[in-house]
């Protein structure tokens, strides 16, 4: 199996076909890069009706996905498939190396926008994002801490070294609970999308930190979203003095 940046681990979500595409068309009227979306109608050679998901930016990098079409009332499904041209998945993407992982990333759209779909429908969306710097896990509409990663082996069983067991009072134990996880606060905060789109991970994770500083001693947020967006934002790495001897005053 060939890993990508960009995973879809898990997905159900099923809605009537003209909700889905009028909800998508407003998540992408009030994203912060342009995007453009198609759905097309495809039958398989058994003549099972299913549609396509084309979501692509303005350099034309894509990403497809392919639901199911329901036979009786048309609802578009999202769900695990195996598709032999798609290599045995169900999504596929062509993304340029420079626009992998920033906000006009198609991948990085989904990421957010299923994410946000899926919390307003109850439905399931697991995925880590394009940089595999970060991960969503909603399920049945809540988001869920994730603890571990895995491997499946070709018979469906599980690898992973989630429930292990932990030792407390280690000096790098940094286990916290999260309140919002960071890429659904992002969604919130339209202009530090904007201002950080075309930064490298570090310059992007020390902006958020130096502004949820700031925020919180004008009192313009309280302690607890400055903790538990300010401990997220440096997991990913901290590279300024500034705001690395806060993080570890705090961790």
Not at 65 to 90: T, W
Not at 104 to 125: G, M, Q
Not at 178 to 194: A, S, T
Not at 240 to 249: D, G, M, P, R, T
Request: hydrophobic share 40%; glycine share 4%; proline share 3%.
């Amino acid at each position: 199996m060939v890993f990508s940046d960009f995973e879809i681990v898990d997905i159900n979500l099923k809605m009537p076909f003209q909700d889905f595409e009028r909800e998508l068309q407003d998540i992408v009227d009030n994203y912060s890069e342009p995007m453009t979306f198609n759905i097309k109608q495809l039958r398989t050679r058994l003549g099972k009706a299913m549609y396509k998901l084309i979501v692509e930016n303005n350099s034309s990098d894509n990403i497809n996905i392919v639901a199911e079409c329901d036979d009786v009332n048309g609802d578009i499904y999202f769900h695990p498939l195996k598709l032999s041209n798609m290599n045995e998945s169900f999504f596929m993407s062509s993304v340029d190396t420079n626009t992998r992982g920033q906000l006009n990333d198609p991948c990085y759209f989904i990421y957010s926008a299923f994410s946000e779909l899926a919390h307003n429908h109850k439905a399931t969306f697991a995925c880590i994002e394009p940089t595999s710097n970060s991960s969503a896990l909603i399920v049945d509409g809540k988001t869920k801490r994730v603890d571990g990663i895995g491997l499946v082996d070709s018979d469906g069983k599980m690898y992973s070294i989630a429930g292990a067991k932990m030792i407390k009072g280690d000096a790098n134990d940094t286990d916290f609970s999260i309140r919002q996880p960071i890429n659904e606060w992002m969604q919130e905060h339209r202009d530090i999308q904007q201002a950080i789109a075309h930064l490298p991970l570090n310059e992007k994770m020390n902006y958020i930190g130096k502004w949820l500083v700031q925020a919180r001693l004008k009192d313009e947020i309280d302690s607890d979203e400055f903790v538990d967006i300010f401990r997220q934002a440096g997991l990913f790495g901290f590279t300024e003095a500034s705001v690395q001897n806060i993080y570890k005053l705090i961790m």
